[in-house]
Nanobody
Framework: QVQLVESGGGLVQPGGSLRLSCAAS????????MGWYRQAPGKQRELVAAITSGGVTNYADSVKGRFTISRDNAKNRVYLQMNSLKPEDTAVYYC??????????WGQGTQVTVSS
């Protein structure tokens, strides 16, 4: 089983930046891809960015050019650098670990609020 803990959320003004971090523990050898998802009030959870164990990345169109996902396998961490933040980026951000042939693991979420 994999445990995920997110950190780095907070309140930021439009145009500002935040860096989210997700620390993985437990059966980390079983992790394949990892990703960041977000859920705004009244909306469904959506994919923000994902990265495979080989470093291939994928982004939602709404964050391309502004967000960057990265992974440090030695530290068992995945990061989300968020620049040029907009009010519509406000949401709870969740980290997800994909386990081949297993149930994916989710973190508890971290709140990101973009407001002046």
């Amino acid at each position: 089983q994999v445990q995920l803990v997110e950190s780095g959320g907070g309140l930021v003004q439009p145009g500002g930046s935040l860096r989210l971090s997700c620390a993985a523990s437990g059966s980390i050898f079983s992790i394949d891809a990892m990703g960041w998802y977000r859920q705004a009030p009244g909306k469904q959870r959506e994919l923000v960015a994902a990265i495979t164990s080989g470093g291939v990345t994928n982004y939602a169109d709404s964050v391309k050019g502004r967000f960057t996902i990265s992974r440090d396998n030695a530290k068992n961490r995945v990061y989300l650098q968020m620049n040029s933040l907009k009010p519509e980026d406000t949401a709870v951000y969740y980290c997800k670990a994909v386990i081949p042939f297993g149930v994916p693991s989710w973190g508890q979420g971290t709140q990101v609020t973009v407001s002046s």
